[in-house]
């Protein structure tokens, strides 16, 4: 996925706060990583970010 938002001619940070867009990956199998993306999430839509 990076490589193509790069080829697309999008510049990537990995801090949120320079970004406009973001994008956040993670495992939906294990619960742990289900609660820190919820988390996360939330963070970032009260920050308002496009997500």
């Known amino acids: 996925?990076?490589?193509l938002l790069v080829e697309a001619g999008y510049a990537?940070?990995?801090d949120?706060?320079?970004?406009?867009?973001?994008?956040?990956?993670?495992?939906?199998f294990?619960?742990?990583a289900?609660?820190?993306?919820v988390r996360t999430?939330?963070?970032l839509a009260e920050a308002h970010?496009?997500?």
């Open 12 to 14: 990537v940070d990995t």
């Open 34 to 37: 289900r609660e820190e993306s």
């Open 16 to 28: 949120e706060s320079f970004a406009d867009y973001v994008i956040v990956n993670t495992c939906s």
């Open 41 to 43: 999430l939330v963070e």
């Open 49 to 51: 970010k496009k997500l």
């Open 1 to 3: 996925m990076l490589g």
């Open 30 to 32: 294990i619960q742990a």
